[in-house]
Every structure is written in C-alpha cells, then in structure tokens.
C-alpha cells in the first residue's frame, strides 16, 4: 500500500516535471524569438525608411494625378469635336 502510494506520487511528480520542462523549452524559444524582434527593431534605420515612405507616397500622387488627367482626355477630345 505504501509502495504504490510513493509510486503514484513520483509518477505524479514526473508528469509535472515534464510539464515544466516543456514549458521552459516553450519560454526559452519565446525568449530568442522576441531578441530576434527587438534587434530588427533597433537595426532599423529610420531615415532612409522615412525617406522611402515619402518617396512611396510622392509616386502614389503622381500616379494618381496621371490617372485623373487621363480620365479627363476623352471628355475634351469630345468638347473641342463638338459634342
């Protein structure tokens, strides 16, 4: 009766330490993934990526404009035919 109470308390006891080695494992690889994230972060260089967002942007509204422009071109080939 004894035996199998201390074997049921180490298999118990087993159980949680497999447990908690799973979760250190689970939190260790958590730990490298956030360094990973936070070197990337402070590797950044945020001028050039200011720079390039701005350049993005100035394309974008010359697109934009460009299209407008070209919407409208059909509408004065009519006006000047005389329709």
Do not use: H, W, Y
């Amino acid at each position: 009766a004894l035996v199998t109470q201390v074997d049921k308390q180490r298999a118990k006891l087993g159980a949680e330490q497999n447990g908690l080695a799973s979760t250190i494992r689970s939190n260790a690889a958590g730990i490298v993934n956030v360094s990973d994230s936070r070197s990337r972060i402070t590797d950044t260089d945020f001028a050039m990526e200011t720079a390039e967002l701005t350049r993005n942007q100035i394309i974008q509204q010359a697109s934009t404009s460009i299209l407008s422009q070209a919407n409208q071109l059909p509408q004065a080939a009519l006006s000047l035919l005389g329709n």
